[in-house]
């Protein structure tokens, strides 16, 4: 279960300020996701990679960027947070399309 | 209407219960099904893939109704440990990587 791990798991940040999250994974696993996750929405899809460099964008892609330069780590920025960014961040990774295995997850709250 | 739309619950069961949950989806071309169980506050955790024969692992077993567009997860002889939140994810698109989740339905096993 430690295979994928977040960091920060909890984060208090001011409106406008650019925040990071990183994902990383110890499994070599080709594909990352990062998903939010809010009361009423469910886990919706921010941007997800399929290889290093790779990225496309998902569900809830605006207001968020993502790099991944190194098979293990898959990092997520918000350029300059807003209170509706206040979530639960998970990522998750996969060795094939079908799987997803999920991180502990971040807290973000956004003043 | 939700792309995956699950029953919120709580369905509150006796111990020893058999209890069924149903996720229904919209599109008819969704390739991929799978059921995640979530714990308060921590991860997804993958439960099951759903095959369009089924599938059982000990007391769950998961089914794919085309027809109707739903899956369904059966959980026999509940346990205590089995209260959760039940999350279904489907992939509307072969060869994407947007799984579409379900807001998940929540289940108390009662002692």
């Known amino acids: 279960d430690a295979g994928i791990t977040q960091s920060p798991r909890h984060k208090v940040t001011e409106t406008g300020t650019p925040v990071t999250l990183r994902c990383h994974q110890t499994?070599?696993?080709?594909?990352m996701y990062w998903y939010r996750q809010d009361p009423g929405h469910g886990l919706r899809l921010i941007h997800y990679?399929?290889?290093?460099?790779?990225?496309d964008k998902g569900e809830v892609s605006d207001g968020y960027s993502v790099s991944r330069s190194k098979t293990e780590d898959f990092l997520l920025t918000l350029e300059s947070a807003t209170s509706s960014q206040t979530s639960v961040y998970f990522c998750a990774m996969g060795r094939n399309q079908e799987t997803q295995y999920f991180g502990p997850g971040t807290r973000l709250l956004v003043l | 209407r939700k792309e995956v739309e699950q029953d919120p619950g709580p369905f509150n069961v006796p111990e020893g219960a058999t209890v069924a949950f149903n996720c229904t989806y919209s599109n008819s071309a969704s390739q991929s099904f799978f059921w995640y169980r979530q714990d308060c506050r921590k991860e997804p955790k993958l439960l099951m893939s759903?095959?369009?024969s089924g599938n059982e692992d000990g007391r769950f077993t998961a089914q794919l109704n085309r027809a109707s567009q739903y899956i369904s997860l059966l959980i026999r002889d509940s346990k205590l440990s089995d209260s959760a939140t039940y999350l279904c994810?489907?992939?509307?698109?072969?060869?994407?990587?947007?799984?579409?989740f379900g807001t998940g339905t929540r289940l108390k096993v009662l002692a």
């Open positions: 759903v095959y369009s």
């Open positions: 499994e070599n696993h080709r594909y």
């Open positions: 994810a489907v992939n509307p698109t072969s060869g994407t990587y947007k799984y579409i």
């Open positions: 990679s399929y290889g290093v460099k790779d990225t």
